[in-house]
């Protein structure tokens, strides 16, 4: 599991990574900080199934505090973009390439608008995150279409004249992009502007074909960051009504990272994606970090968290439609085989059969697959069993 965070140059991108992985980065109040791409490790919640049991699990993948596990997601933040950036404007759009393999995108916005187009500070309000939105949709979308214009004509020669199959060719021509073929099929069906021979093809159907892949399988979520700036709050209205395919989520990337370098420093009691904080260590507070700590207080009061949890969740959970599911090798002990209890915890889209889970685990133990055990019901189930959320799963296979 994988994602990317993009937008515009100096909106708080790698204040928003810092703040997930807790890892040191250069931030700074300048366009194009971020050069080369800093990768890291986050986590999700999900919520653990050793209640639903009564046991003391003993987690391997994850790690389980009160009931909640935390999943851990790999995250990349990339450097900026600008308008034009397909055109080498700014740092260009060829480092979107350390993005190809990620699930989707958190892209964060400048919710305050102290930003202008180009990513220079300006006077809040000045700087318009529904254009920021605009623009770098159009630059993902000219990167993934520059991605297939380049060999467009290799493409119509196979399948005209060799006569392959339009989505598998499409579809390896996209390979690094790892977009599922049921996306290609799904877009080439929908509308009749695709089913005329590639050679037909307008580089405006290109794009319509290329926007609609990309909304279908690299699902965005909106960042709307800055929320700590009462400007926000009348753009985010704005971005709600203007886009409402997306979720728009409030943040403040700098409120959460203050909270987890406090928390981490066992000067507060916070975890994050909570709606308040705690005060520990109060005398290791100078007045300045107290009068910063009082501000982030209110932003929670406002805004109810900062957002930068509900983000990542937002774009596993609702997007991707993520599921969590347990599997264990002895049923009876929920254990694997070296004895920890409910070791693993597997993240699979909603739709996944239980096939899936075994090739998930080990290709061995989908190949050899046999049937499998639904934990909670005692049941026997099937390679086609459509797997739920907080299932545990035991897999018998053939040697
Ligand atoms: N008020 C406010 N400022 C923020 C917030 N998040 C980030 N900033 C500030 O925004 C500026 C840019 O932050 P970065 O994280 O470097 O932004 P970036 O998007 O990674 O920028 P580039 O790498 O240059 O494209 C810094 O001055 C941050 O302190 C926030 O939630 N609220
Ligand atoms: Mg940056």
């Not at 920890?340 to 190949?367: F, R």
Request: net charge positive.
């Amino acid at each position: 599991m994988i994602s990317g965070i993009i937008g515009k140059t100096n909106v708080g991108k790698s204040t928003f990574f810092s703040a997930l992985t807790l890892l040191s980065v250069k931030i700074s109040n300048v366009p194009f900080t971020t050069i080369e791409p800093n990768k890291g490790v986050t986590n999700i919640r999900v919520r653990c199934v050793c209640r639903d049991f009564s046991v003391k699990d003993n987690p391997m993948n994850s790690l389980c505090i009160n009931g909640i596990r935390w999943v851990p997601i790999e995250i990349i933040d990339v450097a900026g973009l600008v308008p034009g950036a397909h055109k080498g404007k700014g740092l260009g759009n060829k480092f979107l390439d350390d993005l190809r393999q990620v699930d989707g995108f958190i892209h964060v916005v400048d919710a305050a608008g102290s930003t202008d187009i180009s990513g220079n500070p300006c006077e809040i309000g000045k700087g318009d995150p529904v254009e920021d939105i605009k623009f770098v949709e159009n630059e993902i979308t000219m990167w993934i279409f520059q991605i297939l214009k380049k060999d467009w004509d290799k493409l119509v020669k196979r399948v005209l004249q060799v006569k392959e199959d339009p989505v598998s060719v499409l579809y390896e021509r996209l390979a690094g992009l790892m977009i599922d073929k049921k996306f290609i099929t799904s877009v080439l069906k929908g509308d009749a502007i695709f089913e005329k021979n590639l050679d037909k093809w307008s580089d405006q159907d290109i794009l319509e074909f290329v926007n609609r892949l990309r909304r279908i399988s690299k699902p965005m979520v909106i960042a709307a960051n800055k929320i700590d700036i009462p400007k926000a709050e009348e753009n985010i209205e704005r971005l709600r009504n203007t886009f409402k395919e997306y979720s728009i989520i409030p943040c403040s990337a700098e409120a959460e990272l203050l909270l987890r370098l406090a928390a981490k420093k066992g000067i507060i009691n916070y975890m994050p994606g909570d709606s308040t904080f705690e005060i520990i260590r109060g005398e290791a507070l100078t007045d300045k970090q107290r009068n910063a700590l009082m501000k982030v207080r209110d932003v929670l009061m406002s805004w109810g968290s900062t957002g930068v949890q509900q983000a990542i969740e937002t774009l596993y959970r609702k997007e991707l439609k993520m599921i969590a599911v347990f599997p264990v090798e002895n049923a009876t002990k929920l254990t694997d085989h070296k004895g920890n209890v409910l070791p693993d915890v597997i993240l699979l889209q909603e739709g996944s059969t239980a096939i899936d889970l075994a090739y998930k685990i080990h290709s061995d133990l989908g190949k050899n697959f046999i049937f499998a055990i639904n934990v909670k019901t005692g049941q026997r189930i099937g390679e086609n069993y459509i797997l739920k959320d907080g299932d545990v799963i035991k897999i018998v296979a053939g040697k």
